[in-house]
């Protein structure tokens, strides 16, 4: 614990100002993940919609770590460019041709989330730790997806406790910085 008598304590606008992208992500993410279970064959192209989002956030919640100067910053950003056209190129190129005639549009979301949680995961172990809380309850819903049926209220109840601890953590971390 922080006894700091001159520490300026975390404001909550503040946290939530930074939160807010992630917040956006998780309740888009269950969204996406009731309306998988409920409609699959809509669902699959509205996945295929949220890579970019997903990504867009990745970048902006690392850019802080991305360096002082412009040739650090224009290395992220090449890297993130990169690292996120690989993965987005990936699935579309899953998708291609007959592929999505061997896989029902249920196992089509599922897929899509997995990488796409592996994927975030891994960005934020390079870059931002809420990413990576991100991927991993993407990979628990693509779990979900595949292995429990009627799972919406679940996943629901689950995001919202995972953007709960998420914010708790961020508040506690901001305090003992």
């Known amino acids: 614990m922080n006894n700091d008598p001159q520490a300026k304590p975390v404001s909550w606008t503040k946290l939530l100002f930074v939160s807010l992208p992630y917040l956006v992500l998780y309740l888009a993410a269950i969204v996406l993940v009731a309306m998988t279970d409920a409609d699959p064959e809509r669902t699959a192209d509205l ?4 890579m ?3 990504a867009l956030v990745s970048v902006i919640g ?20 990169l690292y996120w056209a690989a993965v987005l190129v990936g699935i579309y190129l899953l998708f291609m041709g007959d592929t999505p005639h061997f896989l029902n549009a249920e196992s089509q979301g599922f897929v899509v989330a ?13 870059v931002d730790w809420k990413m990576s809380v991100f991927g991993a309850f993407l990979i628990a819903s693509a779990l979900g997806i595949a292995f429990v049926d009627d799972n919406a209220l ?3 109840i689950g995001g919202i406790v995972v953007a709960g601890i998420t914010v708790v953590l961020m508040r506690w971390r901001g305090k003992n910085a």
């Open 62 to 81: 690392g850019w802080r770590f991305s360096g002082e100067d412009t040739k650090e910053k224009a290395r992220y950003i090449g890297k993130q460019v």
């Open 52 to 54: 970019p989002v997903v």
């Open 154 to 156: 679940l996943i629901s």
């Open 47 to 50: 996945w295929r919609l949220f």
């Open 114 to 126: 997995y990488i796409l949680g592996l994927s975030a995961l891994l960005s934020g172990i390079y």
